[in-house]
């Protein structure tokens, strides 16, 4: 799931995002209103969480303009405030939920997760391809008797992945998408953890990560996959 986290105070965005990440989320980042609604254009996003004062552009104006390209796009609004005027105003704009600082980020994903769920969005937990039993919520991946522990990126990479069978996916494409960024570093990375999914998966046959060298990766599933 893709959450675009708009808040001006670095240090908070920080810390918020490396929570959200370490709970399975990839997150993409702004500092301002501005910036946040050209994030919401360049990512997919499956919920936003707004800072309601921020220069350039404030969290209610990313909202509405959020809201004229996506009606039902979840929202969570974070405030220093907690004027009754400022949340009538949130629930106005189609808030989903209101958080007011200081909070704890425990908190924060909790709400998050009830309104995706509530939302329909998360629904992808378990996959069962062939004799794979992959339970992302657990971080687990079962095949047989082999049991996998596997990392919260890599179950990102690997849900990624499942989401978009059978497609050609680019190496830029996947770093962007996951990591926000196409560097060497990222790029290293990501080849261990797909040499580590292979190992994973290997013991199946109806599934397949096959490499195109110098372009990307392609996760194949069989038809006759259950």
């Known amino acids: 799931m893709e959450i675009l986290l708009v808040e001006d105070d670095v240090d908070l965005q920080k810390v918020l995002a490396q929570y959200l990440e370490l709970s399975g989320f990839t997150v993409h980042c702004a500092h301002h209103g501005k910036h946040g609604l050209e994030q919401f254009h ?23 303009e959020i809201r004229k390209l996506d ?4 929202i969570i609004f974070l405030t220093a405030k907690n004027q009754k005027e400022d949340k009538l105003r949130g629930l ?8 007011t600082k200081p909070f704890e980020a425990e908190e924060l994903v909790l709400r998050i997760h009830n309104i995706l769920r509530r939302s329909g969005k998360e629904d992808l937990q378990t996959v069962q391809l062939g004799k794979l039993h992959i339970r992302f919520n657990e971080l687990v991946i079962e095949s047989g008797e082999e049991q996998y522990a596997i990392t919260p ?5 690997l849900r990624y992945m499942i989401t978009h069978p059978n497609t050609l996916l680019t190496r830029e494409q996947i770093l962007e998408d996951l990591w926000g960024q196409n560097d060497y570093f990222m790029g290293r990375s ?28 392609i996760f194949k599933i069989s038809s006759h996959t259950p």
């Not at 360049?42 to 509405?64: E, R, Y």
């Not at 009606?71 to 979840?74: G, I």
């Not at 990126?153 to 990479?157: C, G, M």
């Not at 199946?204 to 110098?214: F, I, M, N, P």
């Open 153 to 157: 990126k890599e179950s990102e990479l």
């Open 190 to 217: 990501m080849d261990v953890f797909i040499s580590r999914l292979r190992k994973y998966l290997q013991n199946e046959s109806t599934v397949s990560l096959e490499t195109k060298r110098g372009v990307g990766f």
């Open 42 to 64: 360049k990512h997919h996003c499956d919920l936003c969480i707004l800072d309601v004062m921020m220069p350039v552009m404030d969290g209610f104006s990313l909202a509405g």
């Open 71 to 74: 009606p039902v796009m979840p």
């Open 92 to 99: 106005k704009l189609g808030a989903d939920d209101y958080i």
